[in-house]
């Protein structure tokens, strides 16, 4: 059964801080990983996915992997109270080349007080 | 990315009854997804459709429960039958165009 794991939250950081959410998956074979965000009553609209260990940068946020620790990261830096929402990461299946479904963690809830 | 069109946004159903959502893509795809996310839960993949042939189901998804059509590469049609309220939930299609997962703005369904 593949999983991904995520720390529930809520996390709550302060207006201009750094918010880290983490990410853990138990197939060592996972090669595609993304991050969604989704407000509350809307559905998960990606913020970027990640396929190379190492970290990628996308203006105030940066993902990092690490497939020899199974975990991925989301930075956000100068966070914004509009930043609050649930933050999803997900792992693609692969099923022999071809990209297939996603499997999703629970989310964690981050909170940016102004 | 790709844009869906999914509906309707959300509806109130008696229990017992069926629910038809529909999912329309501006262009075509090999592969649509239907997932659920159940109320404060994550999203649970349901099943695959692809074009032209029958749907996968997950563990825990019957096709008598959730039938699916696919009748061509940008359309595709998710029933929830015999409705109870346990059923009551959001459903959501998705496509994948290159590492572009796109979700449809998703059906609010609450069974009565």
């Known amino acids: 059964q593949k999983e991904v794991e995520q720390n529930s939250g809520p996390l709550s950081v302060p207006e201009g801080a750094i918010a880290s959410l983490n990410c853990t998956y138990s197939?060592?074979?996972?090669?595609?990983f993304f991050w969604y965000r989704q407000y509350s009553g809307k559905s998960p609209e990606l913020i970027m996915f990640?396929?190379?260990?190492g970290d990628k940068e996308d203006g105030r946020f940066t993902a990092q992997l690490n497939k020899a620790s199974q975990y991925v990261s989301l930075l956000i830096r100068d966070s914004q109270p509009s930043d609050s929402a649930t933050y999803l990461c997900?792992?693609?299946?692969?099923?022999?080349?071809?990209?297939?479904?996603?499997?999703f963690g629970k989310g964690t809830k981050l909170s940016v007080k102004p | 990315s790709a844009v869906i069109s999914q509906k309707p946004s959300r509806d109130i159903c008696q229990r017992g009854t069926s629910l038809t959502i529909q999912c329309q893509v501006d262009?075509?795809?090999?592969?649509m997804f239907w997932y659920r996310q159940q109320p404060g839960q994550s999203l649970t993949l349901i099943a695959t459709?692809?074009?032209?042939?029958?749907?996968?189901?997950e563990s825990g998804f019957v096709i008598d429960k959730f039938p699916i059509s696919r009748p061509n590469l940008t359309f595709s049609t998710l029933t929830v039958s015999n409705l109870s309220p346990e059923d009551s939930s959001i459903y959501l299609c998705?496509?994948?165009?290159?590492?572009?997962?796109?979700f449809g703005s998703g059906t609010r369904l609450t069974v009565v």
């Open positions: 197939d060592r074979g996972s090669q595609s």
């Open positions: 459709a692809n074009q032209g042939s029958e749907a996968t189901y």
């Open positions: 990640i396929y190379s260990n």
């Open positions: 262009s075509q795809v090999t592969m």
């Open positions: 997900a792992v693609g299946v692969n099923y022999g080349g071809s990209q297939g479904n996603l499997i």
């Open positions: 998705s496509v994948d165009r290159g590492y572009s997962y796109t």
